[in-house]
């Protein structure tokens, strides 16, 4: 099992930066791929950003390439997301899991608004 928590969301305006940070706890041995994912407002929830546990090997979803960055720190169980040029359209709450995500670790998520 692992559990994850989300946080550093929050109100920003268009082409301003956030960095979400996901500490994981549990049984890490278990994680190959780390990803952060998105749901919008009326919408599904998408995969945004993947990174390799062990050797950091990254993928982003082309709506957001060459903007948002993920890294982790496996010194700290911890996966960030750096956002950077925000715009309207990243509105969403930004939740963390493996990848595939395990149906029993969702964790609360945090809120990213973007204001035009």
């Known amino acids: 099992q692992v559990q994850l928590v989300e946080s550093g969301g929050g109100l920003v305006q268009t082409g301003e930066s956030l960095t979400l940070s996901c500490v994981i706890s549990?049984?890490?041995?278990?994680?190959?791929?780390m990803a952060w994912f998105r749901q919008a407002p009326g919408k599904e929830r998408d995969v945004v950003a993947s990174?390799?546990?062990?050797?950091?090997?990254?993928g982003y979803a082309d709506s957001v390439k060459g903007r948002f960055t993920i890294s982790r720190d496996t010194s700290k169980n911890t996966v960030y997301l750096q956002m950077r040029s925000l715009k309207p359209e990243d509105t969403a709450i930004y939740y963390c899991?493996?990848?595939?995500?395990?149906?029993?670790?969702w964790g609360q998520g945090t809120q990213v608004t973007v204001s035009s």
């Open positions: 899991n493996t990848k595939p995500p395990r149906a029993n670790s």
């Open positions: 549990g049984n890490i041995s278990i994680i190959y791929v």
């Open positions: 990174v390799t546990w062990r050797g950091g090997s990254t």
